[in-house]
């Protein structure tokens, strides 16, 4: 697995008026009154959550890959609030270019997800957290069934995913809950080549043909 590192940084993009600050740990409830963050050339914005653990007894970390392929959302309740019951949640995660990696040429774009509940191992443990990804897939978690993808879709600049927590029947509270929610983001390169450059290419590997012959002779 890809290390994944915590940012602590303040970042500026083009395109917004004012220093955005860089996601880093903090309580849900300073999310959904707040303004967007940045990770990378990555922005989370739009935050809305209702549920049985106040927002402000929520906390949420982020983390990036190394090598900025993987965006992580965790959330996770504070231990004196107790696990999740219930709740319905939202969060948009969308591209910023001409931050680095996306600086052209280079085109960033989201391209998959993967979505993971940790319901209590208790016996009869019971609960149902449905996500759904806009665009992308919806998966339904259940204990012993927690996590959705990855799985992959036609690139896009952002996604908007809405997680929603109840009774395994999609009403009433799940039992005892879940102690944690993580949401990955997946994006790539997805810029093509110029002519130009293909055909550089095709003129190097001409080359090295050449020279493999040549070399083959003596």
Do not use: H, W
């Amino acid at each position: 697995m890809k290390r994944l590192l915590l940012l602590s940084t303040i970042l500026c993009g083009p395109g917004f008026g004012a220093v955005m600050g860089t996601c880093v740990s903090t309580t849900l409830s300073s999310l959904v009154v707040g303004d967007p963050c940045a990770l990378g050339d990555k922005t989370f914005s739009n935050f809305t959550y209702t549920g049985n653990v106040d927002a402000s007894n929520v906390m949420v970390d982020f983390q990036m890959a190394a090598d900025s392929s993987q965006f992580r959302l965790i959330l996770t309740p504070v231990s004196a609030s107790g696990p999740f019951t219930n709740f319905t949640l939202t969060d948009t995660i969308a591209v910023m270019p001409g931050v680095a990696p996306n600086i052209a040429p280079a085109n960033y774009q989201l391209i998959g997800v993967k979505d993971q509940a940790s319901f209590s191992t208790a016996q009869g443990s019971m609960g149902l957290l449905v996500v759904a990804n806009s665009p992308g897939p919806t998966f339904d978690l259940i204990p012993g069934d927690e996590t959705g993808g990855p799985a992959y879709f036609a690139p896009t600049g952002s996604v908007t995913t809405t997680s929603t927590l109840s009774g395994t029947d999609g009403t009433g509270d799940s039992s005892p809950g879940l102690s944690s929610l993580e949401l990955d983001y997946f994006q790539a390169n997805t810029a093509v080549p110029e002519p130009a450059t293909l055909g550089l290419v095709g003129l190097a590997l001409a080359c090295a043909g050449l020279l493999r012959k040549r070399f083959a002779q003596f």
